[in-house]
């Protein structure tokens, strides 16, 4: 298991924002190995856009793309699933956390 905190900014538009975030963690599970990998994140829309059941919108097409080619490309069992913030409180705390601390920090268990 790991988790993370780092500031992204916001440049107006929450889905792109919650993409970066998904890649990030995509990049850390990447970088240490970790499979198979299950992320989370509670934008439906961001979930529906990276397993390809909704169109994408116009300002993360080009993240969302790089996504599904490497989720379809890598030898790693990966999946990203929606998860409602009720349901995963943790992941809420370490956003309001990042807010707070402007140096990534990284847990791994």
């Not at 988790?3 to 975030?21: C, K, M, N, R």
């Amino acid at each position: 298991m790991a988790a993370s905190i780092s500031q992204v900014p916001f440049l107006g538009d929450v889905e792109f924002v919650e993409t970066l975030v998904v890649q990030k963690g995509l990049r850390l599970t990447s970088d240490i190995w970790l499979t198979p990998t299950i992320i989370e994140s509670d934008s439906l829309n961001v979930v529906n856009l990276i397993g390809n059941k909704i169109a994408s919108k116009y300002e993360v097409e080009w993240v969302i793309s790089e996504k599904q080619e490497a989720l379809t490309s890598s030898h790693s069992i990966v999946k990203v699933l929606f998860a409602p913030r009720t349901c995963n409180e943790a992941a809420h705390h370490l956003a309001k956390l990042a807010l707070c601390h402007p140096i990534e920090q990284v847990w791994i268990e």
